[in-house]
């Protein structure tokens, strides 16, 4: 097997499986309790919440968990258009957000927000410009994402964001780092971001858990209510055994994250010739992230390909793995023409992805397009 989709989900590590054995057979007790067993989950809890905060530049109050990256997407957008949005109705986005936060903005235009979504330019660029340019005065929050998922792009969120504190310091900001954490050597500090969104299965820890930093003094506006947990943000009784898998998955890639983009700059240096060499059109840009590749094999249907590469053994996605197969507006956004879009695949490199993988899924796109061309044409 050749796992190349690993933006949709990655293999949970070693450390985060004997992790969650660990939390569930030996310290299964409410962390709320104030017995031993209570006290020796709660501990579990503060361990993650340490290696988080050290990954990301924080410190541990201000790590949340949630069940995933949309969850705290979705409490990071509301919790503060909730609380900064009483007076200020406007609210900025870019057109290429996971749809964690695009139909969350949705939501919030039916709420009676001004909503505004940058698009890209026609050099398929979002730039600082114009996401600054975007805000005024009665702009409560800008929410962009820093790596998209999709494509790789990598948005101008430190800079924008730098300069957007600087002219409205009461404006909240708020970066989706889904596809940048442990990936990109990155802080929070460096974001000039009110709140960071990252998950836990996209760096080998379980599904069902992600987590929200927020910077000291920053007010979400909580969304579910009960006993009072995580300072009251987020109510209800922590998933302890996916929370300890996170941190020990955390704790494992967060020592050498730039030796890895270093070896995954490589590896898709090489994939972008091979599958250049195989007849692939290639989306993503030079300056993307290295770990996702986004190459459209131009009259072949993105779901046709797919298949015909899992029959081989060689795993990878069409469009972002939340969108259901849906027809991707992100990839319309950054003005590929509709013949490229639905061509388009998304190979997403892993810690381990190595070039003799490449050499397969190039040698499998060759076969595809003398296999798949002509009957997928006539369709």
Known sequence: MIYLDNAATTPPCREAI???VFAMNEAFGNPSS????????EKLIDFS?????????GVSKEIVFTSGATESNNLAIFGLAENYGRRKKRVVTTAVEHPSVAEAFKKLSA???EVVAVKPDQNGEI????????????TCLVSAMYVNNETGYILPVESAFSRIKKQ????MTHCDFVQGFLKLPVKVKSLCADAVSVSGHKVHAPKGVGALWIKSGVRVAPATFGGGQQNGLRSGTEAVPAIYAFGK?????SGNIAQRLERAALVKKYAVERLSEAGLVINSKENASPYIISAALVGIKSETLLHFLEAEKIYVSSGSACSKGKKSAVLTAFGLADAVADSTVRISLGFDTEKNDIDSLAEALERASKSLVKSDRGR
């Open 18 to 20: 004997d992790a969650s």
């Open 34 to 41: 104030l017995h031993g067993l209570g006290i020796q989950a």
């Open 49 to 57: 919440k340490e290696a988080l905060a050290r990954a990301l530049g």
């Open 111 to 113: 709420l009676g927000y």
């Open 127 to 138: 730039t600082a410009d114009a996401l600054v340019s975007a805000v005024d005065k009665n």
């Open 168 to 171: 409205y310091p009461d404006c």
């Open 249 to 253: 998955a955390v704790e494992a890639f």
